[in-house]
């Protein structure tokens, strides 16, 4: 059973940044892909970005380009989500979690138990 383990959230101002951790154990990350995503209060759970952990191929949902970035290390077996130019409407409960189709939301079925990111205007 692979356990993930998420940290770096936190309470910043708009503009600014944080990097989120998530490391994975229990089990080899091959074959499948590491995503973020997150839930805000009264919304669904979105994708954020997500990465292939054997090829390295990145995904981001539009409005996360040019802002967020995926990255893992294959030594660490973690992934992290450096997050740049926070606004307000970033502020949700972010999660690590694995899937076979890194592309479907409902494809994730190992997650992690999620670390609170709130922006202030």
């Known amino acids: 059973q692979v356990q993930l383990a998420e940290s770096g959230g936190g309470l910043v101002q708009a503009g600014g940044s944080l990097r989120l951790s998530c490391a994975a154990s229990?089990?080899?990350?091959?074959?499948?892909?590491v995503g973020w995503l997150r839930q805000a209060p009264g919304k669904e759970r979105e994708i954020v970005a997500a990465?292939?952990?054997?090829?390295?191929?990145?995904y981001y949902t539009n409005s996360m380009k040019g802002r967020f970035t995926i990255s893992k290390d294959n030594a660490k077996n973690t992934v992290y989500l450096q997050m740049n130019s926070l606004k307000p409407e970033d502020t949700a409960v972010y999660y690590c979690?694995?899937?076979?189709?890194?592309?479907?939301?409902?494809?994730?079925?190992?997650w992690g138990q999620g670390t609170q990111v709130t922006v202030s205007s």
């Open positions: 979690a694995l899937a076979r189709n890194m592309y479907r939301r409902e494809s994730y079925d190992y």
């Open positions: 229990g089990r080899t990350l091959s074959g499948y892909g």
């Open positions: 990465i292939s952990w054997s090829g390295g191929t990145t």
